[in-house]
């Protein structure tokens, strides 16, 4: 019963942070207030707030209590391989995907470098925005082997690419190699971003294999910097 208390509490209080009801640089009550108002012990509401600290959503600092940080953004995981319909079904926010341009292309050097294609392959180049709450946040540049997949259409890019992959044409997707960095706004994101006035983005290479490891795959990701709070889990290994 006293784990199902302090996941309660610790619900109930990320509901109260995410409503606004607490805003960012709050101090949430003390412990000694907390465990009158749930009717708990200070060791039960204790776990519920290192459970919040862990997940990022206070910083607690000694003499000063329990602060809020600021939860406008959304979790994309480093490590996992999630497509962004997975994504979005998770976070449970309005969201959509705006095809801006899908075409079939010759790779030019830089492509031929990242998705180790010959000069004679065709390669699908599609470039999508993600919007999610009403705002063009992420801006993908993915580019497709065509010998793994032949065929693409518009309803497929603004749907699931992956999910087309896996249930159409019956391929398994299996890892990811990525890169991340920051990098300056160019014209093409001020075009298809919606930037808010930042001037760099969070850049995500991803180079991703399937079963088999070939390379099929290849994208750029183009975050907006306020936005996204990339996260992973790491285990020390002994």
């Keep these: 019963m006293k784990e199902n208390k302090f996941l309660a509490i610790y619900n109930d209080l990320l509901l109260q942070i995410r409503k606004g009801t607490f805003q960012p640089n709050d101090k949430l009550p003390s412990e000694n207030e907390l465990s009158q108002q749930y009717q708990t012990s200070r060791e039960t509401i204790r776990k519920a707030l290192n459970l919040l600290s862990e997940h990022g959503y206070i910083q607690k600092i000694k003499g000063k209590g329990s602060i809020v940080l600021d939860v406008g953004k959304y979790d994309f995981?480093?490590?996992?391989?999630?497509?962004?319909?997975?994504?979005?079904?998770?976070?449970?926010?309005?969201?959509?995907?705006?095809v801006h341009e899908l075409e079939i292309v010759k790779p030019d050097e830089y492509i031929r470098k990242h998705l180790?294609?010959?000069?004679?392959?065709?390669?699908?180049?599609?470039?999508?925005?993600?919007?999610?709450?009403?705002?063009?946040?992420?801006?993908?540049?993915?580019?497709?082997?065509?010998?793994?997949?032949?065929?693409?259409?518009?309803?497929?890019?603004?749907?699931?690419?992956?999910?087309?992959?896996?249930?159409?044409?019956?391929?398994?997707?299996?890892?990811?190699?990525?890169?991340?960095?920051?990098?300056?706004?160019?014209?093409?994101?001020?075009?298809?971003?919606?930037?808010?006035?930042?001037?760099?983005?969070?850049?995500?290479?991803?180079?991703?294999?399937?079963?088999?490891?070939?390379?099929?795959?290849?994208?750029?990701?183009?975050?907006?910097?306020?936005?996204?709070?990339f996260v992973d889990f790491a285990r020390r290994t002994h």
């Design 77 to 98: 995981p480093v490590s996992g391989l999630v497509s962004f319909k997975e994504l979005a079904q998770k976070m449970r926010k309005p969201a959509r995907t705006i």
């Design 116 to 229: 180790s294609v010959p000069n004679k392959d065709e390669v699908w180049k599609v470039i999508r925005s993600r919007e999610i709450e009403g705002e063009k946040i992420i801006l993908d540049k993915d580019f497709f082997h065509r010998k793994f997949v032949p065929l693409l259409t518009r309803d497929i890019c603004e749907d699931s690419i992956y999910e087309y992959i896996e249930k159409e044409l019956k391929l398994k997707i299996s890892f990811a190699k990525k890169e991340m960095f920051v990098d300056q706004v160019t014209d093409e994101d001020r075009k298809y971003l919606d930037l808010n006035g930042y001037e760099h983005v969070v850049v995500v290479k991803n180079f991703v294999y399937l079963e088999d490891a070939s390379l099929f795959q290849f994208t750029e990701s183009r975050h907006r910097l306020d936005k996204f709070r």
